[in-house]
């Protein structure tokens, strides 16, 4: 249940390798900038010079702080997709998106047909040790039906602070029994990584985001499968970053880190030399064993996922399996403003070891397993890459085509996951996968003429992410 | 054959009402240092400083000014000097150098919805229903229908290519055009059967006031001319354009009353526009105006007046909604603000923003079942960020006009009910109205 909704969770893509920067002020002009100072100068003439004649003379009396907030998203958004402004609000859901934490029940809910539907109760949670249950359909959330609430807003209305109660009234089961629940609000840690063992000998790991939790949720994961597979039999690691949307740049260094020990991870380059950086692999840090390690990837695998699988695949420390990422590789940086807001402006594009940037072009697994799309999501389980959204920053040859991004909520009818095992058992990938890829191929040409045709603006994304397709945990 | 294209236009509905402002209409910047121009300008800065690649600064402030604006209305947009230029050019009266086509698109392809009279595509023998499939051999497949027109459109007396497929064999057939200045006009007129005077006016531009006084003077010449039994004005799918034409046009069909008023933010922007006396053309014979869910802003302004004044019968569907007018606040040499500064009034005082004009009389047309639910606005209450107006606002409505005369419904029961058919004869049957 939980991998179905993290297939959905690509609505997310838009979140992204985040570094957070100290928030000094910024404020001084470099000499280039002298240079066009004048025609500045004039540039913010004519913008003042709106903004006034809207204060003046627009039918309505506008409210200014709305204005600048769409006069600096409209400008954001005419750089890259990336860039934008966040409010007070806003800013704060993200900080809770990348701390992996909040206030709440413990319950991962969805939206089908305007009604909101428990996905899953989280283990351990309040939601959990009241007794909702999966399937569970809320109606009310303290007594505020939840009929014409977008997901969003239920979710919203769900957390809360710690040890405050909510009431909620849900509907359960084919006799729509009416079951009324007080449930007192606890630390709900999300989590990023979830790990079991698969046939005995392998160690699965999937990361779903990259938060603050990921790098110790990952070495946590890693020692507990240590102890639950006898060191003989481990055949290897499965790591899962299938629609991973990205995340902390310094956790996905972290978990570079944790499958090796020296080199090169990844550099980031801003505008300017100066700018470079590059992160290495601390010695010491790396808790594999050098157990073969197969590394899972989707069209919906961006961003803080596509510099973990880059760096993996360029030390040739892991096999990639599954179809091309989508081709994020640029860097944001969070920068506070004002009162409570804060900017999150593109500030670097980042490379691999080798050097090469995978920005709108993604990475190419090393071998390409396809999974079977069921008919009702045909057409919607394409994601389309960077190169698909407008405005995107250039690198020279794009891959403009879709990838899949579709994970079976089954894990037996998943062919890539079951390419991995097959590959670290020994069997040929490219045997496996090279039958299944002929095969499959012809459906993909299928899935793909069924794709609604795309203009390419980023409404494209938010196709995918209607607030009935998205499960999020709240 | 003219009428077919036109529901195409309705996506040109954001075009407007307005009044050009005049130059002392324009304050002086505001009151100096602002917390949220700081707030942009520290943004601003940050972007120019940090972001991954140097900047072009005049695209962030026009990226600025358009999220400022689109934040507004639907109508509040910024020109730069080139589409001011464009802009001004089409309130002219169009006028291009061109092929003298009127096209859609159908499946992908450019369809001829009708060679307009005495122009090089006409002469060239072009035909209704032929589908253009290249141009100068580019394929149109792919193309939008705006681009589609612009690789049509050129000097005049250049020449350009068309590849079309004719009829149901698709018989292709190949023309080189020398283009030509094409002069489209926003009223054209006839003599319906041999008794009505029938008006129909596309759009409001400069020109349109003009061209109806020489409907009038078509009708005056015309032989049949104390035979009248009324007037059509057709407004459907006219998606406004110019207030000053809207009051002229009103004015041409009443001797008194008062035909329009403006409102702006504060009591005192009130501006209300009064019909003059001995300016009315239509010697009082009974009037019908033509609207559906294209007839949109200054055909609003007029079929609202007509209809508060009783002067009018109004025969379609409910209208477009759009109870606003925008004015251009020149910026100097960087373009010009079209900005929403005022609501309108029909003359009983109502606002039809959001909710359109209802007919006296509702009137479907048939829609062919390829086009089913692509000829219908959505109307201004669909628009994101509209201006609201109240609780009862009100969707869209049809806006397909049928190419043939003798199919179009609309008309057909304008012609009749001047002929002095009952009203409730015409009336398409509620039941028909909510099916559709």
Request: aromatic share 6%; charged share 25%; proline share 5%.
């Amino acid at each position: 249940m939980n991998r179905k909704a993290a297939y959905l969770g690509i609505g997310v893509i838009f979140g992204a390798a985040v570094t957070v920067a100290a928030p000094q002020a910024l404020l001084s002009i470099s000499p280039a900038a002298y240079a066009a100072a004048a025609e500045t100068y004039r540039q913010l003439n004519l913008f003042g010079d709106v903004f006034d004649k809207i204060r003046n003379d627009y039918v309505e009396k506008p409210d200014e702080a709305k204005l600048i907030e769409a006069a600096i998203n409209g400008m954001l958004s005419s750089l890259d997709p990336h860039s934008s402004y966040m409010d007070a609000k806003a800013f704060k859901d993200m900080q809770v998106q990348t701390k992996g934490e909040f206030g709440g029940l413990g319950i991962e809910v969805t939206q089908e047909d305007g009604i909101i539907k428990v996905v899953t109760p989280i283990d351990d949670t309040p939601a959990a040790k009241a007794g909702i249950l999966s399937g569970d359909i809320i109606t009310a959330i303290d007594e505020t039906p939840t009929q014409g609430l977008t997901l969003d807003q239920a979710v919203e209305k769900m957390r809360g602070a710690i040890n405050s109660p909510v009431k909620l009234k849900v509907v359960r089961g084919p006799k729509k029994e009416v079951k009324d629940f007080t449930v007192v609000r606890d630390l709900i840690k999300v989590q990023s990584v979830r790990s079991h063992v698969e046939d005995g000998d392998v160690a699965y790991i999937r990361i779903t985001q990259f938060t603050e939790q990921t790098a110790d949720g990952l070495k946590a994961a890693m020692e507990k499968l240590k102890t639950e597979i006898p060191a003989e039999k481990f055949k290897g690691y499965i790591l899962d970053l299938r629609n991973n949307p990205g995340g902390l740049l310094d956790q996905s260094i972290d978990v570079v880190n944790s499958f090796v020990d020296r080199g090169e991870i990844v550099s980031t380059r801003g505008r300017t030399p100066e700018e470079t950086q590059r992160f290495d692999a601390r010695p010491g840090g790396d808790f594999s064993g050098g157990k073969p390690l197969v590394v899972l990837v989707n069209g919906g695998s961006a961003s803080a996922s596509e510099i973990v699988a880059g760096a993996l695949q360029d030390h040739k420390r892991a096999t990639l399996i599954g179809t091309r990422s989508f081709g994020k590789g640029s860097v944001q940086t969070i920068m506070p403003l004002g009162q409570e807001g804060a900017l999150r402006l593109t500030t670097a594009r980042y490379y691999t070891p080798s050097g090469r940037s995978i920005q709108a072009k993604g990475i190419d697994p090393d071998f390409k397993v396809l999974e079977d799309v069921p008919d009702d999501l045909k057409g919607k389980d394409d994601m389309k890459g960077e190169a698909s959204l407008k405005g995107h920053l250039a690198n020279g040859d794009e891959d403009t085509s879709a990838s899949q991004a579709y994970v079976p909520p089954n894990e037996k009818d998943d062919k890539q996951l079951t390419a991995a095992i097959n590959f670290l058992h020994g069997v040929k990938p490219s045997e496996t996968t090279s039958a299944k890829t002929e095969t499959a191929a012809p459906k993909t040409e299928a899935a793909k003429a069924d794709a609604p045709k795309s203009d390419g603006s980023k409404n494209d994304i938010p196709a995918v992410t209607s607030p009935s397709d998205t499960a999020r945990p709240n | 054959m003219k009428k077919g294209l036109s529901y195409l236009a309705v996506g040109a509905a954001a075009g407007v009402a307005f009044s050009i402002a005049s130059q002392d209409a324009l304050r002086a910047a505001g009151a100096g240092a602002n917390s949220g121009v700081t707030l942009f300008a520290e943004v601003f800065n940050k972007v120019r400083e940090k972001y991954a690649e140097k900047p072009d600064d005049d695209k962030l402030v026009k990226g600025a000014i358009d999220g400022m604006l689109a934040s507004l209305d639907p109508h509040s947009t910024y020109f730069d000097p080139k589409a001011l230029q464009d802009f001004q050019t089409s309130m002219k009266g169009e006028e291009f150098g061109g092929l003298g086509l009127e096209v859609m698109m159908e499946d992908g392809l450019v369809k001829v919805v009708s060679p307009i009279d005495d122009t090089p595509a006409a002469r060239a023998g072009l035909m209704t229903g032929d589908l253009v499939t290249r141009i100068d051999d580019a394929p149109v497949r792919g193309l939008t229908l705006k681009e589609a027109v612009d690789k049509m459109r050129g000097p005049a007396k250049s020449s350009v290519r068309l590849l079309v497929e004719r009829g149901v064999n698709k018989e292709p057939k190949e023309y080189t055009i020398v283009r030509e200045i094409i002069h489209v006009q926003s009223v054209r007129s006839h003599v319906e059967g041999s008794d009505i005077g029938y008006i129909r006016v596309t759009q409001f531009n400069q020109e349109a006031y003009d061209g109806l006084r020489k409907a009038f003077e078509h009708f005056r010449a015309d032989p049949g001319f104390a035979k009248l039994k009324g007037y059509i004005l057709d407004l459907r799918n006219n998606p406004g354009g110019l207030l000053n034409q809207a009051v002229e046009i009103t004015n041409s069909f009443v001797d008194s009353g008062q035909i329009v008023s403006t409102r702006g933010r504060n009591a005192d922007q009130e501006q209300r526009y009064s019909a003059r006396p001995g300016v009315n053309l239509s010697l009082g014979k009974p009037l019908v105006v033509l609207i559906n869910g294209g007839s949109a802003s200054a055909s609003e302004i007029v079929s609202g007046a007509l209809q508060d004044l009783r002067r009018a019968t109004l025969i379609g569907t409910r209208s477009f909604g759009k109870g606003s007018v925008q004015t251009i606040l020149p910026l100097g040499e960087d373009g010009a603000l079209k900005l929403t500064t005022a609501r309108y009034y029909t003359p009983s005082g109502r606002s039809i923003q959001a909710r359109g004009i209802e007919p006296d009389i509702v009137v479907l047309e048939n829609i062919p079942t390829d086009l089913k639910g692509k000829v219908s606005s959505l109307g201004e209450a669909s628009l994101f960020g509209h201006l609201k107006n109240g609780k009862e606002e009100e969707k869209g409505s049809d806006a397909y006009v049928p190419p043939e005369k003798d199919k179009d419904t609309q008309l057909q029961a304008a012609v009749s009910l001047l002929h002095g058919a009952k009203p409730d004869a015409l009336r398409t049957p509620a039941a028909t109205v909510t099916s559709q």
